[in-house]
T-cell receptor, first 116, second 116 residues
Framework: AQSVAQPEDQVNVAEGNPLTVKCTYS??????LFWYVQYPNRGLQFLLK??????LVKGSYGFEAEFNKSQTSFHLKKPSALVSDSALYFC??????????????FGIGTKLQVIP | ETGVTQTPRHLVMGMTNKKSLKCEQH?????MYWYKQSAKKPLELMFV???????ENNSVPSRFSPECPNSSHLFLHLHTLQPEDSALYLC???????????????FGEGSRLTVL
């Protein structure tokens, strides 16, 4: 069965500093990997994904993620954090194409707090 | 109107009430999902409909009853709920095979349910 682990409940970073939110995954085949963000009282928004190709994926709002197959990791990064980046971040994996829908497994989420 | 719309945004109900959550997607997708989000837990996939046919039902109690009358609308009928069912219920949609949005889920803003 596929799974995702986000080892940190919360990450605190000063505004302007680089940030990293960690994610490791476990799948039986080739993974599709995703990051989603959730602002307070809102639904989840897609940030970026890795399917194949370049291991460094760029997404919305200046975020990027690095796929590392040997370490089964897909960490989210941003060179310079903004206070507005404070939110809940979810890593997700899909390794099964289930006949027309996305069988996606989400992590527990990591709360990012950017301190002014 | 675009995207995925959920109503109501907030719902308070007693354990003996019957209510429904509604989801509508304006993206032309052919799969729709209900997720349950509780604090400190991964998102729980409850139901999936693909081409209006239920394809996934993850051991959800019968007090939750989904309905998908067409590819744009999804309902979650609620009756005799328990206080532990209080959570944020998220609707999502996705397109079928291939395309630039492969693997992505598009979420609504959620319905915050409180069971007294």
């Amino acid at each position: 069965a596929q799974s995702v682990a986000q080892p940190e409940d919360q990450v605190n970073v000063a505004e302007g500093n680089p940030l990293t939110v960690k994610c490791t995954y476990s799948v039986s085949g080739n993974p599709y990997l995703f990051w989603y963000v959730q602002y307070p009282n809102r639904g989840l928004q897609f940030l970026l994904k890795y399917i194949t190709g370049d291991n460094l994926v760029k997404g919305s709002y200046g975020f990027e993620a690095e796929f590392n197959k040997s370490q089964t990791s897909f960490h989210l990064k941003k060179p310079s954090a903004l206070v507005s980046d404070s939110a809940l971040y979810f890593c997700a994996v899909r390794d099964i194409w289930s006949g027309g829908y996305q069988k996606v497994t989400f992590g527990i989420g990591t709360k990012l707090q950017v301190i002014p | 109107e675009t995207g995925v719309t959920q109503t109501p945004r907030h719902l308070v109900m007693g354990m003996t009430n019957k209510k429904s959550l509604k989801c509508e997607q304006h993206l032309g997708h052919n799969a729709m999902y209900w997720y349950k989000q509780s604090a400190k837990k991964p998102l729980e996939l409850m139901f999936v409909y693909s081409l209006e046919e239920r394809v996934e039902n993850n051991s959800v109690p019968s007090r939750f009853s989904p309905e998908c009358p067409n590819s744009s609308h999804l309902f979650l009928h609620l009756h005799t709920l328990q206080p532990e069912d209080s959570a944020l219920y998220l609707c999502a949609s996705s397109q079928g095979t291939g395309g630039p949005n492969t693997g992505e889920l598009f979420f609504g803003e959620g319905s915050r349910l409180t069971v007294l």
